[in-house]
T-cell receptor, first 116, second 116 residues
């Protein structure tokens, strides 16, 4: 069974600070995918990134970066120079590649508040 | 705008009422999902449809009844709900159910349901 843990329930930062959201996953599968989604106050989950288990390269997209480390089963998300518009709930999720490979397993989410 | 539209956005219903939630996507996707998001709990997958056929019923009580008349529309019929069913109900779609192509889901903004 898959499990995703986001230990940080809430984080509050001041604008322009860097912030890292932690994600630890558990899976018995050798092939799996990891995701980050953003849920702004409007409600919809917005896809941010997908990473497969064979690709441990870190990724940077503008102010966003992701650090995938299989050795620690972590897939952390860093926002550099945070902005008020980054305020949202962020979800980490996983999915395996076999069997019921459409089931996203979500963490409980981290509420990020960026204050001006 | 994610391409997945849910109506209504907010719904208050009594325990004896019957109501329906609607989800619509025009992304050409073949798979559609219902998720339940309760406070302080991970998103729970409720139902999965692929090409209008239900492939997953994740131990959801019968007071929730899904319907997928075509690949663009998904309904969730509600009857004799309980107060603990109050939650945000999210619809999602993905290109297909199997393989890497399915692993990016697009979410609607959700219906905030309150059962009184």
């Amino acid at each position: 069974a898959q499990k995703v843990t986001q230990a940080q329930t809430e984080i509050s930062v001041v604008e322009k600070e860097d912030v890292t959201l932690d994600c630890v996953y558990e899976t018995r599968d050798t092939t799996y995918y990891l995701f980050w989604y953003k849920q702004p106050p409007s409600g919809e989950l917005v896809f941010l990134i997908r990473r497969n288990s064979f690709d441990e390269q870190n990724e940077i997209s503008g102010r966003y970066s992701w650090n995938f480390q299989k050795s620690t089963s972590s897939f952390n998300f860093t926002i550099t120079a945070s902005q008020v518009v980054d305020s949202a709930v962020y979800f980490c999720a996983s999915i395996n590649s076999g069997g019921s490979n459409y089931k996203l397993t979500f963490g409980k989410g981290t509420l990020l508040t960026v204050n001006p | 705008e994610t391409g997945v539209t849910q109506t209504p956005r907010h719904l208050v219903m009594g325990m004896t009422n019957k109501k329906s939630l609607k989800c619509e996507q025009h992304l050409g996707h073949n798979a559609m999902y219902w998720y339940k998001q309760s406070a302080k709990k991970p998103l729970e997958l409720m139902f999965v449809y692929s090409l209008e056929e239900r492939v997953e019923n994740n131990s959801v009580p019968s007071r929730f009844s899904p319907e997928c008349p075509n690949s663009s529309h998904l309904f969730l019929h509600l009857h004799t709900l309980q107060p603990e069913d109050s939650a945000l109900y999210l619809c999602a779609s993905s290109q297909s159910l199997r393989g890497a192509a399915n692993t990016e889901a697009f979410f609607g903004q959700g219906t905030r349901l309150t059962v009184v």
